[in-house]
């Protein structure tokens, strides 16, 4: 199943939504979201910094990771980054495949 890092920066409105819930609601909500389209929580953190929270899931594909990431973004309380995350092995395989891409000038 893909692996997903998401970076998590809450709006005004999105800290006020936390300072009433507190932290592990917010989790538990996430983690139901995930679970909501066929995925899995890995990890959940704050932070402190430029993102507030960081999470890791496994999901079945890219357009549940879209739909999940529509239906966050659609409330307005966080902005959210997607990254699709890569083991080695798939890296390995990567490179090995052929293909047909030359630089320009070449």
Do not use: N, W
Not at 28 to 39: D, I, K, L, T, W
Not at 62 to 83: D, N, R
Request: glycine fraction near 8%; include cysteine.
């Amino acid at each position: 199943m893909p692996k997903y890092l998401v970076s998590v920066s809450y709006t005004a409105a999105g800290i006020k939504g936390l300072r009433k819930d507190g932290g592990t609601k917010r989790r538990h909500v996430a983690r139901q979201a995930v679970e909501s389209v066929g995925g899995k929580m890995e990890s959940f953190y704050y932070c402190l910094g430029k993102r507030d929270v960081i999470l890791i899931a496994d999901l079945p594909d890219a357009v549940s990771m879209a739909a999940l990431s529509i239906a966050i973004a659609a409330t307005g309380s966080i902005q959210l980054e997607t990254t699709a995350l890569l083991t080695p092995e798939e890296i390995d395989r990567a490179v090995a495949k052929k293909t047909a891409y030359k630089a320009p000038g070449a």
